[in-house]
């Protein structure tokens, strides 16, 4: 079956614009995932959802960040007036549900951001 | 917040042969699970092997097998007859079994591992 997927691949966008990143996770998985990948940096958490609900959005750096799963499949991840600092690669992963703890996340190719 | 910490950004390997990649974490968690994911050029997270805190068995997975030393919060992935398609960025990743920060992974820096034929 189909994986969990991203669009763009790439983004390239200039200082102080608004970008929007989508996932579209495994058919059926209702916990859905975000990390930041910065370069040589492992993947840090951004937030997740279970269903359409930000369970947990702590790892959002600050005000610009926000994200919106408004079916609980789909999710888009919203920067605004991006900074140099916001390159990086934005992964998305999801998994069947959280309350299983040991459940594998399913993670998609991400999207290389390049704020220049 | 848990830390782990991946204190080998390189190693290489031949060919056919063993590889042992380290990780230590930092918890006061006694519910937990360990991961080891493997990342190629193509940037997609593949996992490779995990082990529940909880149990004292290593886990294995074909040519993968862990050394969990909970007590001393050490948790070593070695790759046995080691291929080309190995090579890869390997990172170590914890999780929570419980509380607030249940739905979220924390990675080290990673481990990049070459592969010499």
């Known amino acids: 079956g189909a994986g969990v997927s991203q669009t763009p691949s790439n983004k390239v966008t200039e200082k102080g614009k608004y970008v929007e990143l989508r996932c579209d996770p495994i058919?059926?998985?209702?916990?859905l995932y975000w990390y930041r990948q910065s370069l040589g940096q492992g993947p840090e958490f951004l937030i997740y959802?279970?269903?359409?609900?930000?369970?947990?959005d702590s790892g959002l750096p600050n005000d610009r960040f926000f994200a919106v799963r408004p079916e609980g499949s789909v999710s888009t991840l919203k920067i605004q007036r991006t900074e140099r600092g916001d390159s990086a690669v934005y992964l998305c992963?999801?998994?069947?549900?959280?309350?299983?703890?040991?459940?594998?996340?399913?993670f998609g190719p991400g999207t290389r951001l390049t704020v220049l | 917040a848990q830390t782990v910490t991946q204190s080998q950004p390189e190693m290489s390997v031949q060919e056919a042969e063993t590889v042992t990649l380290s990780c230590t974490y930092d918890?006061?968690?006694?519910?937990?699970?360990l991961f080891w994911y493997k990342q190629p050029p193509s940037r997609q997270m593949i996992l490779v092997i995990r082990?529940?805190?909880?149990?004292?068995q290593n886990a294995t997975e074909n040519r993968f097998s862990v050394n969990f030393q909970k007590a001393a919060k050490s948790f070593s992935l070695k790759i046995s007859d080691s291929q080309l398609g190995d090579a890869a960025m390997y990172f170590c990743?914890?999780?929570?079994?419980?509380?607030?920060?249940?739905?979220?992974?924390?990675f080290g820096r990673g481990t990049q591992l070459t592969v010499w034929p």
């Open positions: 992963a999801s998994s069947p549900a959280h309350t299983i703890n040991y459940n594998e996340q399913f």
């Open positions: 058919s059926g998985h209702t916990a």
């Open positions: 959802f279970q269903g359409t609900g930000a369970a947990d």
């Open positions: 918890t006061s968690e006694s519910d937990y699970y």
């Open positions: 082990q529940e805190a909880y149990k004292q």
């Open positions: 990743a914890y999780r929570s079994g419980r509380g607030s920060t249940l739905g979220r992974l924390y």
